[in-house]
């Protein structure tokens, strides 16, 4: 099992947090991924490890992110476990069948993740994007810039809370599942008073790192 052999997993009532073992040393850089949608193709709730289908270029995009030095981060919202739709045992094994499509050059050094509905009212809610707690808890905690951090997401949602923690740099994907996003996430970067660096694209590539 890749999560048992290669990572920590510490659960705080509705966060997850998945940390890999020889992640000692952080390098200057920083990404953080979404995953549905930017890791693996978005259904709608997945809920068996057999639905996960990675996104286009993905091992190539983290391979290119690894080599310019960059630490790879994943934040993500799963509030199907709130909503029972899976459960976190489902989750780590929805995390494993990801993990086990990659290299061990490209494994995440964290995996966070929100497992609070969007209507409960909790102190730890503020790890659920769009809020910035899962992002604070990286750039806090470790030696990273948010100069030199960029954030991939595939809906508003994404992008709000790492504009939050300083964040500027942005790589949006437009997807067929989400397509009104796109017009949101315009319509917010058209409206910020600080500029910010945002490429928008329909799949990873890696010219846009």
């Known amino acids: 099992m890749i999560i048992t052999d290669c990572y920590s997993h510490i659960q ?14 952080p390098r200057k850089k920083s990404l953080f991924l979404d995953r549905d949608g930017v890791l693996i193709k978005d259904v709608n709730y997945i809920n068996s490890p057999e639905q996960v289908i990675l996104t286009k270029n993905l091992e190539t995009f983290l391979k290119k992110a690894r080599d310019l030095e960059f630490d790879i981060f994943v934040v993500t919202n799963q509030s199907s476990v709130a909503r029972s739709i899976i459960s976190i045992e489902d989750y780590l094994k929805i995390t494993e069948k990801i993990l086990s499509e990659f290299i061990p050059y490209i494994y995440p050094d964290f995996i966070l993740a929100s497992f609070h509905h969007p ?9 659920r994007k769009p809020d ?14 948010s100069n030199d951090s960029i954030m991939v997401g595939d809906k508003l949602t994404d992008l709000v809370p790492a504009y939050l923690v ?3 740099k942005f790589l949006f994907i437009k997807t ?12 917010w970067a058209d409206n910020l008073k600080e500029p910010i660096d945002i490429k928008f694209t ?5 010219s846009l790192i």
Request: net charge positive; glycine share 4%.
């Open 176 to 187: 067929d599942f989400h397509k009104n996003e796109f017009y949101k996430v315009v319509k």
């Open 119 to 127: 209507d409960e009212s909790s102190p730890s809610k503020s790890w």
């Open 166 to 168: 300083g964040i500027k």
């Open 12 to 25: 705080l009532s509705n966060i997850s947090i998945l940390h890999k073992k020889n992640f000692i040393v």
């Open 132 to 145: 910035k707690g899962m992002f604070a808890f990286i750039l806090d905690n470790f030696s990273y810039s």
């Open 202 to 206: 329909e799949r990873l590539d890696t």
